[in-house]
């Protein structure tokens, strides 16, 4: 029972492209995701996240948007460089406050070609 | 100065045996997890404290045991190891808890022979 979900297990973007990955999640009861980078041998790091009283986040190069209507969410990476290239992890919880548990996805593996 | 650092990093052993990995923060963090990635990537959590007090404790075999001596570190002991404990194990710790940002240690692969 997947709830949270990142059906593109690999995406390859040229340097300086936009790199544009996507998550998709199946609870309603979700209000906040974040999104996690990983790079090899290392352990997850917090990259950002968005309530879902916003539909769109930014930080730098970063942007993430929520579609809340189709249970969507995608994080926008422009210009990608080839420092960009990990895993990254959407993951889902009830709020931010709460201490539900964060449902994360199976990440999704980035490589920036420079 | 790492802050969420946990070892070992890599653990090999034979099936029954038990065996423990440690975590510590220096973070000044209330809470403390463990998420396990399995080998199809995804990080569950298995267990989270709060000031030493267990908060989540998932349907986990009784075979793990999570135990929180300090805010600062928290310990998971496996016994009797099983083949499908294999996994990388990540520790992690949050401000206050609730969700948000956590930060990870850099997992302990665990490979049961």
Known sequence: DQQVKQNSPSLSVQEGRISILNCDYTNSMFDYFLWYKKYPAEGPTFLISISSIKDKNEDGRFTVFLNKSAKHLSLHIVPSQPGDSAVYFCAAAGSKTSYDKVIFGPGTSLSVIP | ?113
């Open chain 2, 1 to 113: 100065d790492t802050a969420v650092s946990q070892t070992p990093k890599y653990l090999v052993t034979q099936m029954g045996n038990d065996k423990s990995i440690k975590c510590e923060q220096n973070l000044g963090h209330d809470t403390m997890y463990w998420y396990k990635q399995d080998s199809k990537k995804f990080l569950k959590i298995m267990f989270s404290y709060n000031n030493k007090e267990l908060i989540i404790n998932e349907t986990v075999p009784n075979r793990f045991s999570p135990k929180s001596p300090d805010k600062a570190h928290l310990n998971l002991h496996i016994n009797s190891l099983e083949l499908g404990d294999s996994a990388v194990y990540f520790c992690a710790s949050s401000l206050r808890g609730g969700n948000e940002k956590l930060f990870f240690g850099s997992g302990t692969q665990l490979s049961v022979l």
